[in-house]
């Protein structure tokens, strides 16, 4: 029996890094995980590889931008399963955008994929996650667990876009962590430092053009930051969401956790 037995999980954004590696993580402790993200054919993959043909691990194409979309996700998972009792909002993009590019796009989508997507998601599931659960002396609910940044405590130029959705991140995660205290239900955020992942790569390559240099002589300059000298694996992020998603967590709420090598000590 895992720590999270039968629980129902849905985390966002999962065909791959971070959200991927939570979602294994989560039904490594038994829960039955729903996978959402916009290529429908890598998410189903996604959730093959962590249960081949064991239908406890689903994917479904979902844009958490959309709110038709992620309506039906929600009505699709609980219909299968029951209330979900656990929601990761891990569905995210970054862009490089400098302040005179004008892209306002760009610019709305980072924003939209964290801030809208986070808010349609949460709303959605929060009709129907139960309060109120008592296991082993522990009075618990559900858990919303949303995940920011380091970039949500300290800003990078020309980042706007990413610095503030992570920033607002954190007040979402502050402000509803309030108003849902009253059902048993905690609501924190994790703040994540670097971690392998494509995005990471991605930002790493787009920042070491800017300057003139290789990726890897980037990432060195960004290691020289983090005390542990080195990277974090999507696994370490995953193991922290497991546990504010476990009972013994539930005692945290409103928090905005750094988990990034010490690269970030406030
Ligand atoms: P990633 O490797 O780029 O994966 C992002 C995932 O989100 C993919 O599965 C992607 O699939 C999905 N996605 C993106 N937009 C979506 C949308 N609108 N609707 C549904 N799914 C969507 O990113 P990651 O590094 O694992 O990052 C995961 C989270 O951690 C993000 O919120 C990120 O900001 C945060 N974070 C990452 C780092 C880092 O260093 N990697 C550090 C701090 C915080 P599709 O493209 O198919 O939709």
Request: a neutral charge; proline letters at 3%; glycine letters at 10%.
């Amino acid at each position: 029996m895992g720590i999270l037995q039968d629980r129902v999980a849905l985390v966002t954004g999962a065909s791959r890094g971070i959200g991927k590696a939570i979602a294994q993580a989560l039904a490594h402790e038994g829960a039955k995980v729903a996978l959402c993200a916009r290529n429908a054919e890598a998410v189903r993959k996604a959730a093959d590889e962590i249960s081949p043909g064991g239908g406890r691990v689903l994917g479904f194409r979902a844009d958490v931008t959309d709110k038709a979309d992620v309506r039906n996700l929600v009505q699709t998972v609980v219909a299968r399963w029951g209330p979900i009792q656990i929601l990761v909002n891990n569905a995210g993009i970054n862009a490089r955008i400098p302040i005179e590019s004008e892209d306002d796009d760009r610019w709305r989508a980072v924003l939209d994929s964290a801030l809208l997507g986070t808010y349609y998601a949460t709303r959605e599931v929060l009709r129907s996650m139960p309060s109120h659960t008592q296991t082993d002396g522990l009075v618990s609910g559900g858990r919303v667990i949303n995940l920011s940044s380091i970039l949500g405590k300290f800003g990078v130029p020309a980042y706007t876009a990413y610095c503030t959705a992570k920033h607002g991140i954190i007040g979402f995660t502050r402000a509803l962590a309030l108003e849902v205290a009253g059902r048993g239900i905690t609501v924190n955020a994790v703040c994540p430092g670097w971690v392998e992942t494509d995005m990471a790569a991605l930002g790493m390559r787009e920042t070491a053009e800017t300057m003139g240099i290789s990726p890897e002589e980037f990432r060195r300059q960004a290691l020289a930051a983090v005390p542990i000298q080195r990277i974090l694996e999507p696994k370490e992020i995953a193991d922290l969401v497991v546990y504010l998603a476990s009972d013994a967590a539930a005692g945290m709420t409103g928090q905005a956790i750094n988990i990034c090598g010490g690269q970030v000590m406030s």
